[in-house]
């Protein structure tokens, strides 16, 4: 063994690297081009600047696939090196966008959403593409060159007589296994579990690199495909234990069926954040119908959206469903066929007729499948409305509602039951560039400053006029002035006299931190960004924007202002709350809901996110950085964070299990088993 050793370390020390170079350019160039692109990558989104792991890991993969150029005679690898190129080059700016616009890393089984993208490609280009993801061409070009140059100087020619293509090919896939092996040594039991789990892939993509993720992901990718094959007993039995352990049937407390037998108008208002309703300019609100209908009914100002890549269609699962978003795709694409005991469907069951209403196209995110499992027994898209008005991707939002105003009264005229329906707005979507169409809502500031004279006069500087968060706050004055005039119909139509309306914001809109940046820290009096040495600059890091996300939940009657139910409730909420909550209020509840009736909780309400990040009144968690924001002067102990952070992830791995595995089919079967005695 002693010689053994030896004899490989004075090989090592005796190898002619010098004659390796020389004879390995374009392997070397395609690996130390590629694994730069990769850095790149982690640079620009996850700010990984100095962990060696992802590099480690991302030298093993490049060299497991440089290994097999050797196949391939020195005048010809060019090509499998260019194609590979075009590959990994493809992953770096289609994963550079994509974190712009998700905070998040692409996937696989995203491909089956592909025709959504055709339909926010505006956003994309107009809000999301910077310059900066285009750095990555320079790789594939730099590939060009060096082939040309040496097929000038017949390199080719002279390295094939000397080179020993199975040799080197062999060499390579050992280095790239040490490599592996060094990196696979070097990973923690913690990263361990992360990676299996994928619900970060921010974390992911920082400790394994972008390449170990991907791979990952197609692994991934496969699981709805077996899912029945493996894991399924050990998924049912933690199903089984976790609803086991939790109180079931309606809540009992002064909400319960006090809406029982209303309509229930829910409208999903698309993109509209809390900051929204928070946000003046020149004493004009952004949104004063909102803000009005806050006021005068039931306000819950903690909200957040628990979405994932799915977005709206996440929103729609989440509300619905009281489950969270899967960590691989997206539901109402991968797993549109599995049972789900849902709000449309427990309110048909009580006896309503239940739709949904939507101006896009019926094929957007697969609703006029996942509508109907869902429970709705009718889903009027696009092809159901005239489209007279156009604003931002499709008709606007004054003649949705207009023309859904008519629909709604036809059905309550001639149905002799109460109604459900689901109205999904869609003019506030981005890229937020339609505002010629938005009105003459005014983003600009005004502000007092002397003049040569010493007089205090009245300026008026640019402020967000012509950025996206100003387009932005315009598009949403529109959407409210929209949801007015809704309102207004309704009631001349006399429709509100029985009916409560639920808003909610599906997601926050999607903008970059820095528009915000400008928003908090704009010096009117030089049109630009305070200085960070400046005392009155406000710092807005990750976790104001990552609070600043807060949609809105309001809930709203024509006769409920001025009662007991007319108030704010400011405990931290999440999508899933909202069939907990607001089905307890209508007499219906699901046995696998996993949020909570916010009026039912003695104590903290736990808001778990598809990252793994979580959030309550006390605190927000990071769960990719361990380390959390203090949202209240009360001491935090270790044992709070330890307690909540396994129950956010207990949340999601149940949640994630009830949707691959089909759980809720299968506990029916077993259930009916046991109650026929087979």
């Known amino acids: 063994m002693k010689k053994k050793l030896v004899s490989i370390k004075n090989k090592i020390i005796n190898y002619n690297y010098k004659e390796y170079i020389n004879t390995s350019i374009m392997f070397l160039t395609f690996i130390f081009s590629n694994l730069i692109n990769l850095y790149l990558v982690r640079f620009f989104t996850v700010k990984n600047y100095f962990d060696i792991k992802p590099i480690i890991a991302d030298i093993a993969i490049l060299l497991f696939i440089g290994a097999f150029a050797y196949i391939f005679k020195p005048k010809n690898r060019f090509k499998y090196f260019m194609v590979w190129s075009i590959i990994l080059t493809a992953i770096c700016l289609i994963d550079s966008i994509y974190y712009t616009f998700y905070m998040s890393f692409s996937s696989i089984s995203l491909l089956a959403t592909s025709t959504q993208v055709v339909d926010v490609a505006d956003a994309l280009v107009k809000n999301v593409i910077k310059v900066k993801d285009f750095v990555y061409l320079w790789q594939p070009i730099l590939l060009i060159c060096v082939h040309r140059h040496l097929k000038k100087k017949e390199y080719y020619g002279k390295i094939q007589k000397v080179e020993r293509r199975k040799k080197r090919a062999i060499n390579t896939l050992i280095f790239a296994s040490v490599m592996a092996g060094i990196f696979i040594i070097s990973l923690t039991s913690l990263e361990i579990g992360r990676f299996n789990k994928q619900w970060n892939r921010e974390y992911i993509v920082s400790k394994f690199g972008l390449l170990t993720y991907h791979i990952n992901d197609a692994v991934k990718s496969l699981e709805p495909k077996f899912s029945t094959l493996f894991g399924y007993d050990q998924a049912y039995k933690e199903f089984r234990e976790y609803y086991d352990n939790r109180a079931t049937g309606l809540s009992n407390n002064e909400y319960t069926n006090i809406f029982s037998g209303k309509n229930v108008i829910m409208i999903h208002t698309e993109s509209m954040q809390r900051t929204s309703m928070e946000t003046s300019f020149n004493g004009l609100e952004v949104t004063p119908n909102l803000n009005r209908l806050a006021s005068e009914g039931m306000y819950f100002d903690n909200f957040y959206s628990q979405v994932s890549v799915g977005t709206s269609s996440d929103t729609e699962f989440t509300v619905s469903t009281s489950l969270l978003p899967v960590n691989n795709g997206t539901v109402f694409i991968s797993y549109f066929n599995r049972t789900y005991i849902a709000f449309p469907k427990l309110m048909h069951d009580k006896g309503y007729y239940t739709f949904s209403m939507h101006g896009n196209n019926g094929s957007f995110w697969n609703r006029q499948v996942m509508h109907k499992n869902l429970g709705y027994e009718r889903f009027y898209s696009k092809a159901d409305y005239d489209i007279d008005e156009e604003v931002g991707l499709g008709l606007s939002d004054k003649s949705f509602f207009r023309q859904s105003t008519k629909i709604i009264s036809d059905i309550k005229n001639s149905k002799n039951q109460p109604f459900f329906a689901t109205l999904i707005m869609l003019s506030n979507h981005t890229p937020f560039d339609d505002v010629e169409k938005y009105g003459d809502y005014d983003v600009t500031m005004k502000y007092k400053t002397t003049n040569e004279l010493g007089e205090e006069v009245e300026e008026i500087a640019p402020y967000l006029e012509g950025t996206s968060l100003g387009n932005y706050f315009k598009s949403s004055h529109y959407a409210d002035e929209a949801i007015g005039e809704f309102i207004q119909e309704l009631d ?137 924001l203090p949202l209240t002067t009360e001491p935090i102990d270790n044992e709070y964070i330890k307690k909540n952070s396994e129950e956010a992830e207990k949340m999601l791995k149940v949640s994630n299990n009830t949707v691959v595995f089909d759980l809720i089919e299968k506990d029916n079967e077993n259930k009916e088993k046991d109650n026929t005695g087979e």
């Open 492 to 628: 001349e139509a006399g429709i509100l006299d029985n009916t409560i309306l639920v808003f909610y914001g599906d997601h926050d809109g999607r903008l970059p931190k820095k528009e915000y940046n400008l928003m908090y820290n704009y010096d009117p009096t030089t049109n630009s960004v305070l200085d960070k040495d400046n005392p009155d600059y406000d710092e807005f890091d990750y976790y104001d924007y990552e609070l600043n996300r807060s949609v809105p939940l309001i809930i709203w009657s024509k006769d409920m202002k001025g009662t007991k139910y007319n108030t704010k409730v400011h405990t931290a909420m999440g999508m899933y709350d909202v069939l907990p909550t607001v089905g307890n209020m209508l007499g219906v509840y699901s046995p696998y809901q996993l949020g909570h009736d916010i009026f039912s909780l003695n104590g903290d309400n736990l808001v778990p996110f598809p990252n793994g990040n979580w959030l309550t009144n006390k605190v927000y968690y990071n769960n990719s950085k361990e380390e959390y």
